[in-house]
């Protein structure tokens, strides 16, 4: 088999960030073209790493016969067109997460997705591929904390972000962090657990960016659900750390895993007048990089090999069905 | 001023460790009479530290006007009868947590204790004594993480003890443990935050120790309650751990503050071929030692110098009632 | 058998720390008889304490046929005369680090304590009983890291004392640092590796307090030195630390174990805008408090028990020999 | 100016991973050229990685002149003569470390860099690009620990890899551990310290492979070396750790820098019955990926821009003499 031949729809951070990978670290791929509406992007994008071909409108680049596997990296909005669409185009399809921003959007890539199943698909929670949740996915199995009961997720982002949030907010860019950032914890929730969400109730407030409030959005939110098979997961978070901080914690019945407790930017440590002190990690890309990576190569072998991708479009909304519960109850109890 | 003369109602465990902290270490305290049921017992304690008076009846040594305080270290149960006499006989009172194991006997201790106000009194809660909550409580009042928003608060007995405990549920000695090992968590919840519980939701189950379902008890309980001031308190209790694990966080807008995050057991850590790995906290009093002696001489000190402890009966009440909407809720959404 | 009934000689902070341990927490001893050369010191002790004997001059007290073992809590230059004096008067010995200051005056010592083997006599290295290294010690023994083959130790006083330090140099109370401070790490590195100095190189230096050099003291110290059984001590002194930081780490053939490698301050930790703080050790009697009483609790039961101390003579002999040796090698290699 | 075009002796492991991050990480350059004695080897290369030119001789390979430089990755003996020729071929160098295993060996290098000094020559000192040492170093230019007066060094390797060692000793491969490993740490000592070696003492033995001490060589040894700056660096370096363990420590006049104190595999941590556990490193390209990328980055920055590379032919001359220090002093005090 030769290299599996890439288009790649989006060429903001994550798409260039997914041309580097696919063309540089991964040799069984290579990128053959890319589409973004900006014409201008696209010629930069060809030029920086060479790729033949070019296009402004995805479905023409989806008829090109040449490309064996697409890679969606635009904003969540445009996934179901773009996804049902390479399905019908019999693409192998790796889509960013989250899958989209309506349950009938997800649905309808479901759907699609059946339709086109003996191509691969998969949908980008990357820290599934973290090699430390992986680690932690592999003990859990191997039965090193008996059955997990309990896992908490904690994701927060540094303070210095929260203007630029609103902005965003204000502008109708974002989504509540319930919904965005929620969509890592919900999709590790269910990976560890095993089990999807019942019952759940959340807390919160904007207690810093009082402006988000108006908008039915908050600077940190505190949900529990509990799993429809008994186990609970502990959900939080928020935008006013004093880093960027996302550790996890899975609770079993023999033991309990811990990820990123501490999260260290690297391997140094201080004795100053404040104490001990470590510092912490502020760069997403640095601390994820690997897990991009990995994802990436493992769907690469999934094309490869025949192999089924693990996380799947319904993970996609199952996620995404998670997050709205937690935001929806977070109105609720308001 | 003389020394403070104690007398001492109840000689288990607890009695007589509070007995060796008065006697021994705490210079400006003697302890002149001691109160059990148990005849034998009472010999033994009085001989063991050589204290004059010895009692089976409590209202007997209340009587004894040499006596300028007593300490209650008898069950919860029996605590409202003796906190009342006491109060009626002037004493300054120290009484271990939980205040009562029903509301209705805290109101009464609450009522006594109004009426003997000029006396000082104040309930066990020793993890607000313990150094390190000290300086989180200290560091939260200088603002060193802003205002705080959310408590979480993790308490967890090893495995080890859950047949025992399993017994005492069966023989109604023990009650659920939302309430009893709760009970530390919702006085520091509500201590942090500074906000009563307005809404509870919590999950769990008898995940190990399947029997304790009958009995509404359960080994693992996770809960989330908003406070009346909008802040968010994240509890959870267990006997299922690998240690005794107490640990707490107390998340502000601007900084977070940790006590206890790895209950490491000693100053030891080593590189075996698991790991590097640090052993971490069985006992109980070895953890607490500190705390216990110093809530006592804070305790004396109010009584020598005329301040009123900070820890009252109202908060006595106030977490037992927490306790009760934990276990409630905990039953409601079983 | 009665209490052991102590006599202690110096009324300074050590003496009457080691009053309160004896009085206070260790039920079989009871501190009948204290001297000083002061007597107003003398006096305030007795009446803070209870103790009926008051002593200007040690060989009076020694005289007291009531008392079966003395403390001596003296300065170092002292030790010989009253160690000789309460051999030759056939007491239990406790005396203080450092054994002496000169080599001869040890084996004086030595020889005084030999013809009253029948007494218990030790000398107060306190980190061999303070539960971490005492743990470490167990680990060793119970094979758990091979053949020790490394000690290092690490003694840093903080900063902050150093102007204090240059006065009492000048005014010829202290002695280097390899040897005041020294005496505890070339005690661990005995113990620990089993051996005893064969082969010392130093280096350092006078860094910061410029003053010391021309005293031939130093504010750091760095030493390499070959034990006699092929193992190998690194001991490092100084007193431009950040903290009161004392570290320990013995490689073994097969594992690693280290001592307060991180000299947390308490079980608090935060996350600020510094990044991951954990405040440091800075209160000397906080940190060896457990050790000052196990210590002491052990002599007392070794007194009982007719069991003979773990740390000889020999051992406060050899130690000062290892640390003289050491500043030695300084003054050579500078 | 166009890519820089390499040219690569040596199709090692080493020669690999460089070749992968010239081709694939590093967008200003290529690898244009690769050169084997093994005809196999170099043809396999070429395919992976699209590679034009192909040699066995590399004398052949430097009259290139599309080449610019020349990146040396074949084993230390060979590189005197490489890197002489390739100065008088006129191409930028980069030079595996250690830069050669005779002082006269290194000279020559030196000399012949100097005569090519329009162009950049560095030796791969990788740590000093590793993220966390680069911060250290960072920290320290900033004044943050005042004057570093101590560099402490540990490299351990694994006792996994004992008995491999132990053969290539037999066979003439290996050299011993102070030379081979300490070559990182000699270097790190004189950038950290910023002074060269004066006075080196240094222990060890061959604790658990007894088999390499008729080889002059050991599994641990310890080293203390006095700079001429009056700074002091520890170095140990060992092969019979529990894992791969390469930690430093700066210790300055005013705080005190670590880095890797416990070599922490990932982010996982566990509760388990041993208690709190950390997993350790054990992948050697897992611990020094970014600092070999960041390394070949930085020096074909410095092609591009006409800087001249921090690390020169000198630094590997010193760091080799330094080693040679160590290993004489172990063998002068054995």
Partial sequence: ???????????????????????????????????????????????EFGIPYGYTDCGEMLQNPEIDAVLIATGADAHKDQVVAACKAKKH????????????????IEEAVRENSDKCFTVGFMRR???????????????EIGTPILFKGVSLDPSTVLDAHLEGVKNGIYVPWFIEMGSHDTDLARWFLEGDPEDCHAFGGAYVCKGLEEYDDYDNGFSLTKMDNGATAYIQVGRTATCSHVESEIVGTKGTIRVNSVPRKNYVSSFTEKGYVEECQEDFMNRWGDAFYNELENFVDCIENGRSPETTAHDGTMS??????????????K
């Avoid at 670290?25 to 053959?32: A, C, D, K, L, W």
């Avoid at 995404?320 to 109890?333: S, T, V, W």
Wanted: aromatic letters at 6%.
């Fill in 320 to 333: 995404l069905k998670f997050c709205q519960k937690l935001h929806q109850a977070y109105l609720d109890e």
């Fill in 93 to 108: 399809i790796f889509c960013e997460k989250p899958l989209a921003k309506k349950v009938e959007d997800c649905l309808a």
């Fill in 1 to 47: 088999m030769g290299k599996i031949r890439f288009g790649i729809i989006g060429t903001g951070n994550m798409g260039r960030m997914r041309i580097r990978n696919l063309h540089c670290r991964i040799p069984q791929s290579e990128v053959i073209a890319v589409c973004d509406m900006r014409e201008a992007q696209v010629k930069a994008v060809q030029e």
């Fill in 129 to 143: 591929f973290d090699p430390s949740y992986a680690e932690a996915k592999e003990k859990i199995k191997n039965g």
